[in-house]
């Protein structure tokens, strides 16, 4: 079993920066792709971003490629978002969540563990 723990989240004004954490429980973590998605109020939930089980692959949605950065840390269990430039529209609960593949994957169903989410506000 493993369990995912976002924090980070935030309010932040349009241009500013704000760095997203996930601690992952369980010693599955290293042997997996993982992602971080986000729900804004009334929409579905979106793909953001994905990295490898390595590290070395990253794949990103077209709406924060350039300003968003994955990364990973598997000795300490732990997965990152960096995210910069940020805008209004970037507001929304993310969630970061372990896949079954070990690449990149931008489907939902290919993810069996999902965190709880963080709220991410920009303010205009």
């Known amino acids: 079993q493993v369990q995912l723990v976002e924090s980070g989240g935030g309010l932040v004004q349009a241009g500013g920066s704000l760095r997203l954490s996930c601690a992952a429980s369980?010693?599955?973590?290293?042997?997996?792709?993982m992602g971080w998605f986000r729900q804004a109020p009334g929409k579905e939930r979106e793909f953001v971003a994905s990295?490898?089980?390595?590290?070395?692959?990253?794949y990103y949605a077209d709406s924060v490629k350039g300003r968003f950065t994955i990364s990973r840390d598997n000795a300490k269990n732990t997965a990152y978002l960096q995210m910069n430039s940020l805008k209004p529209e970037d507001t929304a609960v993310y969630y970061c969540?372990?896949?079954?593949?070990?690449?990149?994957?931008?489907?939902?169903?290919?993810?069996?563990?999902w965190g709880q989410g963080t709220q991410v506000t920009v303010s205009s």
């Open positions: 369980g010693r599955t973590f290293s042997s997996y792709a």
């Open positions: 990295i490898s089980r390595s590290g070395v692959n990253t």
């Open positions: 969540a372990l896949a079954t593949y070990l690449t990149p994957t931008v489907v939902t169903g290919h993810y069996n563990y």
